[in-house]
């Protein structure tokens, strides 16, 4: 099965800061990734598909790249309402795997 | 208007059998996948298995023993059956439907206890 290792695990940040969560891939997955939001009590949400493409509705402010394997989900200036949990997702082979998820709260 | 709504029974007893509905409505179960994950309190999320458009199923290989993944087209449903619960199997079950997991139900949370 393809290992997804996510960091950071937890993370503070200011209004305004520049953050970025990271999956690493222990096999080649392609742009084959999906990073989801979560909200405490709700369901998860796609926010980038493929890596690096935003879905419909979601903020400019949020961005996907790739550097080898490793996947990062960038948001460029942080609001009050992005703080949830981010979990990403490669879809390149099945089983399908997870990242342990990054819970990211405003300081 | 695509919706998603899992059901089902919320404490389940050690070593018993998890039946799992969720409802489809907006979106064609011939022409799109459905999948369920599932989340222990505070944990992460895991891919269970996937009910593919044309019936055809792939399960997570750490519970593929334990589970099935059925459908009735005709009452837009999708079908989770997992066997031998364990105290570890506790947690919020989503169905989300599309390869792109575009769609989500809001969860059914299970708890698996005597």
């Known amino acids: 099965d393809i290992q997804m290792t996510q960091s950071p695990s937890s993370m503070s940040a200011s209004l305004g800061d520049r953050v970025t969560i990271t999956c690493q891939a222990s096999?080649?997955?392609?742009?084959?990734l999906i990073w989801f939001q979560q909200k405490p009590g709700k369901s998860p949400r796609p926010m980038i598909y493929y890596a690096t493409n935003l879905a419909n509705g979601v903020p400019s402010r949020f961005s996907g790249s790739r550097s080898g394997s490793d996947y990062s989900l960038t948001i460029s200036s942080l609001e009050s309402e992005d703080m949830a949990d981010y979990h990403c997702?490669?879809?390149?082979?099945?089983?399908?795997?997870f990242g342990s998820g990054t819970k990211l709260e405003i300081k | 208007q695509v919706q998603l709504k899992e059901s089902g029974p919320g404490l389940v007893q050690p070593s018993q059998t998890l039946s799992l509905t969720c409802t489809v409505s907006g979106l064609s179960l011939t022409s799109n996948s459905v999948s369920w994950i599932r989340q222990p309190p505070g944990k992460g999320l895991e891919w269970m298995g996937v009910?593919?458009?044309?019936?055809?199923?792939d399960y997570n290989s750490a519970i593929k023993s334990r589970l099935s993944i059925s459908r009735d087209t005709s009452k837009s449903q999708v079908f989770l059956k997992m066997n031998s619960l364990q105290t570890e199997d506790t947690a919020m079950y989503f169905c989300?439907?599309?390869?792109?997991?575009?769609?989500w139900g809001q969860g059914v949370m299970v708890t698996v206890s005597s």
């Open positions: 989300a439907g599309r390869m792109g997991f575009d769609y």
């Open positions: 009910i593919w458009s044309n019936g055809g199923t």
């Open positions: 096999q080649d997955i392609g742009n084959n």
């Open positions: 997702l490669q879809y390149k082979q099945y089983p399908l795997t």
